[in-house]
């Protein structure tokens, strides 16, 4: 139990906004602002491709990721 509770409160943390700004309906267009355990969290099988959006991840913190 203690091992899942971070994912837990990084789900709730990513799920309370997007059902606030209605980002629950396929076709949508979600930016995720880097790729960290709440990007994976709001790109992955939980949110993003589960509610069918057309998630962006922007990652520019070093020269390497510009591509």
Request: proline share 6%; hydrophobic share 40%; net charge positive.
């Amino acid at each position: 139990m203690d091992a899942a509770t971070p994912l837990l409160c990084a789900g709730i943390t990513i799920y309370s906004p997007m059902i606030q700004h209605n980002m629950c309906q396929p076709g949508k267009k979600l930016g995720v602002n880097g790729l960290g355990v709440l990007g994976h969290i709001a790109r992955g099988e939980w949110f993003g491709k589960t509610f069918g959006l057309h998630v962006t991840v922007i990652s520019i913190s070093s020269p390497s990721k510009m591509e």
